[in-house]
Every structure is written in C-alpha cells, then in structure tokens.
C-alpha cells in the first residue's frame, strides 16, 4: 500500500474498525475513506454498489460486523446470521466488481470447533461441530472466509483472511447484555464498586479458558499483513500467545477495579467453548509480534471506559 492510496476502512465506528483508523493514520496513510451507518447500509446491495462506483478503493477492510456475547447471540440469532451474511457478500463482491487491489476480511476465533486440539492450527477449520452458543455468527464468518477463498480461486481477488483471538480495548461494546466477556466484565465490576454493591455475578463456573488480543494489536497486524506482498495463505490466526481463564481474568479486573465485594459464579448458566487458544506460528513467521502486555491494555481499557462510555 502506498501512503496516498485510497483505503476505504468499512465498520470505522467500530472497536477493530476505528483501531485500523488509528494505526493506518500513524503509519502516514493520508487516503481513508470511511462513511456512517446512517448513510451506507452494508447490508443493502444498491448502497453498497453505489458506494464503491463513487469513491473506487484500492485497497479495503473489512471490519463491518454485527458482533455481541453469547446472550446476544442466543437472542437474536437469525438478525446475527443474516445481517454479517449480507455485508460480507455485498463489500466482497463490489471488491471484485472494482478490481481492489487487496481486501482484509476479519473474522473471529470462534470459527473453529467447540472440541479440538490446542493451540488451534488453521487447517482445524469444519473438522468438527461449532460451539453451539456462537454458531450463528461462526457461520456467517466461515462463509466470508470462503467466500474470499474461492474469489481469489475464480476471480483472482487478493485478500488477507484475518481469524483474530478474543479481542478487547476501546471503543468495545460495554452493554452487559449484547458485549463479550472483558467490556462486560469491566462494566459490571465498574459499576459494583461505584455503587458499594457486595456481590457481582459471573456467568459460567470460571474454568473456561480465553486467548485475548488488544484491538490495536490486531489493527498493527493486519495492517502489516496488508503492506507484505506474501500472498501464500488463505488465512491466518491473529493471537497474542496470551491465555487466561476467566476467573483469574474476574478477579484481575476486580482488582484494577478496586472492587471490594465478592464474586458469585451462575454455574447453570453456560461457559461457551472450553478452552480457545490459537497456533499463530504462521503469522509470527511473517515478521509481526504483539506489543502491548495484556495487565496494562486492560487497565487502559477500564480507564477508557471511565473517561468516555461511563459518562454517556
């Protein structure tokens, strides 16, 4: 990529989206193209077509996605399946239409199934059944990834097919019914020690164990996926190495939180997939390692969190 090349970056308001912001902005890239929800619906094909016959990107990434925790998974299932679905085909298609010269497809860990062997190598992909909780949207990105597949396959699209670990940082979604597990953690623990509450409830038992990843961590790393003119992998994990249980990850934020109460397991209700940590040797041997230690990313996270999403 070079600095004055048109990047249209699909899903800016978002946590990876505005992270991808960030890091192309201080890398000097002065060509970014992005545009609000309220003006482009990604899930609409006119919209989506319109757009890229107007601005004509040359190179695009795509971190549009309708995302959330296990209980908003179980919720709304279908508006999951249906809407990433649709974006991903749309932005897709429209990349090949117009000849982009790269696309960055970002996808997520849970693709891979409930039960495997650790760390997950990305050949473990549809080897067994997904974990139920998340199914939905795992189709959707399993989808997507082929769908990038067998466009460079017909088409000759380039694409670089990002699996990222559980990410976190700002910009995250803090709802505790619709955000995964750190945002909704940090939010209750937040919210227990403003308020003097004795107990906060954990969904789980604490046992299953999570690789998590700072958001500007994987903007660096596919963004320097997206510079390395290596085009030999249908796609790669995006990890930190970086495993943690959820009940020592509880117990972390409580402590950065300075809670003083008590922590109370909802053992009847779900744990997701057991444990999920990743084999990201094919992405380390491309030259990128992550650089911001989790204990301190989650501390600035919880801050983030005071200083902008508390206050609204």
């Known amino acids: 990529m070079n600095k004055d090349d048109k990047i249209y970056v699909a899903g800016h308001n978002g946590m990876v989206g505005s992270a991808i912001v960030r890091n192309l902005k201080e890398r000097g890239y002065t060509n970014i193209v992005v545009e609000d929800r309220k003006y482009l ?43 990433n679905l649709m974006i991903q085909t749309n932005v897709i298609n429209e990349c090949k239409n117009h000849n982009v010269k790269k696309l960055c497809f970002l996808g997520s860990a849970c693709i891979y199934p409930k039960v495997t062997k650790m760390p997950i190598k990305e050949k473990y992909l549809l080897t067994a059944p997904l974990e139920p909780s998340n199914e939905p949207y795992a189709i959707a990105k399993i989808a997507g990834l082929k769908m990038c597949e067998y466009y460079r396959r017909q088409y000759n699209l380039k694409s670089v097919i990002a699996m990222p670990a559980n990410l976190y940082g ?116 491309l030259g990128w390692r992550p650089k911001i230690n989790f204990t301190e990313g989650l501390y600035e996270t919880i801050q983030w969190y005071k200083d902008n999403y508390e206050k609204n």
Request: net charge negative; hydrophobic share 40%; aromatic share 12%.
């Open 41 to 83: 619906d990604l899930t609409n094909q006119q919209n989506v077509r319109t757009f890229f016959w107007e601005e004509k990107p040359d190179y695009v990434f795509l971190a549009a996605a309708k995302v959330g925790g296990i209980k908003y998974n179980a919720d709304v299932p279908g508006d999951f399946i249906y809407e």
């Open 170 to 285: 700002p910009n995250d979604n803090f709802k505790v019914e619709q955000g995964h597990v750190i945002p909704g953690l940090i939010k209750k623990f937040v919210e227990a020690e403003k308020n003097n509450t004795d107990i906060v409830e954990v969904w789980g038992d604490g046992s299953a164990t999570r690789e998590f990843l700072h958001v500007d961590d994987l903007a660096d790393a596919v963004v320097h996926l997206m510079k390395n003119k290596l085009d030999t992998f249908n796609f790669l994990n995006i990890g930190s190495d970086y495993e943690i249980s959820i009940k020592e990850l509880a117990h972390l934020i409580k402590e950065l939180t300075n809670y003083k109460g008590n922590i109370k397991w909802l053992t009847d209700m779900p744990n997701g997939t057991p444990r999920r940590v990743m084999d990201n040797s094919q992405l380390f041997g």
